[in-house]
C-alpha cells in the first residue's frame, strides 16, 4: 500500500472516531453513558474499520501481484528475445566459420559445426514473436541435412564435396538467420 | 524394387524430360536434388574401382528427404561399365542432369542459331 494511502486511511480513521465519540456524547441518553457502552462502540467501530483495511490491502496485494506477474513475463520475454538474437547472430558467425573451414579442407571441425547448426534450426521454429516462411525454411533445414551427409561421404572418401553449391547453400542458411535476426532487432 | 518406387521414379524421368520440374546441382559432385513442397530429392552418381585404372563400377542412388528431413533410400543399382543395359535410375539421372545442365536445349537452340545464319541470301 502507498505512503499517501496509508496517511489517507489514518486520518479517516481518526476523523470517523472523532465523529463517532461526538455523535456518543450529543445523542446517547446520560442514563447510558457509561465505560461498557463506550468501549463497546469504539471496539465495534475499530473492528469494522480494521475490517475494511484487511479487504483493502487484500486488493492492493492482489494488484502487486498481477503487476509482478506481468513484469515477470515482460522481461523474461525480453530476456528470450536477446537470447535468441545473440544465437542467431552466433549461428550466422558459425555458418561462415563451417565456409572457411570447407574451403580450408577441415571437413569433420565443418561437420562438427553444421550439426550445431542443423539443431539451431530446429529450435528457431520455437521462438515466438519471429514470422518467416515455414516451407522455405523446412527446405534449407533440408538441404543442411543433405550437407550434413555429403561431409560425410567427403570424410569417408566416398564422393567429392562440391565446395561452391556448398558454400552457397550455406549462404542460403546464413542470409535467412540474418533476416530472422533483423527482425528480431526490430521489435 | 518395389514398384511403387519403380513408379515414382518413372513419374519423376517423365516430368524432368517434360521440362514440369528442374533439379539442381546438389553439393557433392555428380549429385542433383530435386525440392518439392513434400520432400526433397537426391540423385546421386558414384564409380568404384574394380580392376586399377580399368574397370568401374557405376552406382546410382536415389534418396528422398521427408519433412522430418529423415533420409530415405528409393532405389540403388550398380551398372558394370561394360555392360549395356540401361536401368530406370540411369534414365532418372541424365534426366536430372540435363535439367540442371539444359545441354539437349542449348544445343538445339545454337543448332536453329547457326542453321539460320547458314539461310543463302
Known amino acids: 500500500m502507498k505512503k499517501h494511502i496509508k496517511i489517507f486511511l489514518g486520518l479517516l480513521f481518526i476523523i470517523i472516531f472523532g465523529l463517532i465519540i461526538g455523535l456518543y456524547g450529543k445523542y446517547t441518553p446520560d442514563y447510558q453513558?457509561?465505560?461498557?457502552?463506550?468501549?463497546?462502540?469504539?471496539?465495534?467501530y475499530i473492528s469494522a474499520y480494521g475490517l475494511f483495511v484487511a479487504i483493502l490491502q487484500i486488493f492492493a496485494l492482489q494488484a502487486i501481484t498481477?503487476?509482478?506477474?506481468?513484469?515477470?513475463?515482460?522481461?523474461?520475454?525480453?530476456v528470450e528475445q536477446?537470447?535468441?538474437?545473440?544465437d542467431l547472430a552466433k549461428i550466422v558467425a558459425n555458418?561462415?566459420?563451417i565456409e572457411e573451414c570447407i574451403n580450408s579442407d577441415k571437413y569433420e571441425l565443418a561437420k562438427l559445426r553444421l550439426c550445431d547448426v542443423k539443431d539451431f534450426m530446429t529450435r528457431v521454429e520455437f521462438i515466438k514473436r519471429i514470422e518467416?516462411?515455414?516451407e522455405e525454411f523446412g527446405r534449407l533445414k533440408k538441404r543442411v541435412e543433405i550437407g550434413l551427409s555429403n561431409l560425410d561421404k567427403q570424410i569417408n572418401n566416398k564422393g567429392k564435396l562440391d565446395k561452391i553449391i556448398f558454400c552457397q547453400d550455406m549462404e542460403e542458411v546464413a542470409t535467412i538467420l540474418s533476416t530472422l535476426e533483423n527482425q528480431l532487432k526490430s521489435k | 524394387m518395389e514398384t511403387r518406387y519403380a513408379d515414382l521414379i518413372k513419374k519423376l524421368t517423365k516430368l524432368t524430360i517434360d521440362g514440369n520440374v528442374e533439379w539442381e546441382k546438389s553439393s557433392t559432385e555428380w549429385q542433383y536434388r530435386l525440392e518439392l513442397k513434400s520432400a526433397t530429392f537426391v540423385i546421386d552418381k558414384m564409380q568404384?574401382?574394380?580392376v586399377e585404372g580399368i574397370l568401374y563400377n557405376t552406382s546410382y542412388e536415389l534418396i528422398m528427404y521427408n519433412n522430418r528431413n529423415i533420409?530415405?533410400?528409393i532405389a540403388k543399382e550398380t551398372i558394370a561399365t561394360n555392360s549395356n543395359e540401361n536401368s530406370i535410375l540411369y534414365e532418372l539421372y541424365c534426366a536430372a542432369e540435363n535439367s540442371y545442365l539444359k545441354e539437349t536445349e542449348t544445343i538445339k537452340k545454337v543448332m536453329d542459331e547457326l542453321?539460320?545464319?547458314d539461310l543463302p541470301i
Not at chain 1, 453513558?33 to 465495534?44: A, D, H, Y
Request: no cysteine.
Open chain 1, 132 to 134: 518467416f516462411d515455414r
Open chain 1, 95 to 97: 555458418i561462415r566459420f
Open chain 1, 33 to 44: 453513558k457509561n465505560i461498557f457502552n463506550l468501549s463497546t462502540l469504539i471496539g465495534g
Open chain 2, 48 to 50: 568404384t574401382q574394380i
Open chain 1, 66 to 78: 498481477q503487476s509482478t506477474q506481468t513484469a515477470v513475463k515482460e522481461t523474461k520475454e525480453k
Open chain 1, 82 to 86: 536477446i537470447l535468441s538474437i545473440s
Open chain 2, 115 to 117: 542453321n539460320e545464319l
Open chain 2, 71 to 73: 533420409e530415405i533410400s
